[in-house]
Antibody, heavy 118, light 109 residues
């Protein structure tokens, strides 16, 4: 399985950003996928997950993510998205996309860095 | 939300020694739904153990996981230089949110 994130960069506070996660070598539409972030020098923070189509395609979020962050997917493009709105400086982090075969974090991407700064 | 507390914060050991890392949960983790991952400096994390004791594909057998309920352990039987990393436990109980411990840093002398 190969996981590749993209879309990170520098954004001003209050701005928005959409991260993408391309996954290959598995049946994407059935895949459960999670987003995890890591602030500089800090630990890992689970953000949410998207279930595969056969399991309803629903999403679950960490409580702190509800309202500003949304996970979506385009099965025709084998791509998962993380939509981030009203970004704050504390959202500065490396964002990882990971396969979630059963709740544990399976295959990790290399991450994409989001920097929120004026 | 289940809180995971890892100890010790840092472990400094010599090559060939045994490392024992602890992960304690604030409530019982159903069906031993606990995983361990390793993050080497400058790299993304990688899965080591899931289901408390099942090694992921390609993980050397010097890594082993054990425990149930609220207390779990990752043991590295014979440390090698490439084991220098931060190790995180992660729970995936009955339903989200999943949570991670704060990490244990293993330093090889």
């Amino acid at each position: 399985v190969q996981v590749v994130e993209s879309g990170g960069g520098l954004v001003e506070p209050g701005g928005s950003l959409r991260l993408s996660c391309a996954v290959s070598r598995l049946t994407f539409s059935d895949a459960w996928l999670s987003w995890v972030r890591q602030a500089p020098g800090k630990g890992l923070d689970w953000l949410g997950r998207s279930k595969g189509k056969v399991d309803g395609g629903t999403t679950d979020y960490a409580e702190s993510m509800k309202g500003r962050f949304t996970i979506s997917r385009d099965d025709s493009k084998d791509t998962l998205y993380l939509h981030m709105n009203n970004l704050k400086t504390e959202d500065t982090a490396v964002y990882y996309c990971i396969t979630d075969p059963g709740g544990w974090m399976g295959s990790w991407g290399q991450g994409t860095l989001v920097t929120v700064s004026s | 939300e289940i809180v995971l507390t890892q100890s010790p914060g840092t472990l400094s050991l010599s090559p060939g020694e045994r490392a024992t890392l602890s992960c304690r949960a604030s409530q019982t983790i159903t069906s031993s739904h606990l995983a361990w991952c390793q993050q080497r400096p400058g790299q993304a994390p990688r899965l080591l153990i899931y289901g408390a004791s099942i090694r992921a594909t390609g993980v050397p057998d010097r890594f082993s996981g054990s425990g149930s309920g609220t207390d779990f352990t990752l043991t590295i039987s014979r440390l090698e230089p490439e084991d220098s990393a931060v190790y995180y436990c992660q729970q995936y109980g009955v339903s989200p949110p999943w949570t991670f411990g704060q990490g244990t840093r293993v330093e090889i002398k």
